[in-house]
């Protein structure tokens, strides 16, 4: 059974920082690219970074310089590091792992950027 555990999200003050980090389990996490992505009040679910199973990165450009994913292979878990969020960064943001035969995802974690 995959599960993807989401943690780290808050409230935090324009310019902030935040990490999310995602724990996986019933996977080889290490074969697998992982996924961030984010859905903001009456909008679509979007991409927001995703890292290969080689470690290759890629961004949306409304976050680049200012977020990276990161994996630990060893500790079967992806993160990802904001920072100089903004008030538009407000979301909740999913954990995803594209597997054979489906998409997984994880509950979410609320991010709120706000003064």
């Known amino acids: 059974q995959v599960q993807l555990v989401e943690s780290g999200g808050g409230l935090v003050q324009p310019g902030g920082s935040l990490r999310l980090s995602c724990a996986a389990s019933?996977?080889?996490?290490?074969?697998?690219?992982m996924a961030w992505y984010r859905q903001a009040p009456g909008k679509e679910r979007e991409l927001v970074a995703r890292i290969s199973a080689a470690g290759s990165k890629t961004y949306t450009d409304s976050v680049k310089g200012r977020f990276t994913i990161s994996r630990d292979n060893a500790k079967n878990t992806v993160y990802l590091q904001m920072n100089e969020l903004k008030p538009e960064d407000t979301a909740v943001y999913y954990c995803?792992?594209?597997?054979?035969?489906?998409?997984?995802w994880g509950q979410g974690t609320q991010v709120t950027v706000s003064s």
């Open positions: 995803n792992v594209a597997l054979p035969t489906r998409s997984s």
């Open positions: 019933g996977i080889i996490f290490r074969i697998y690219a």
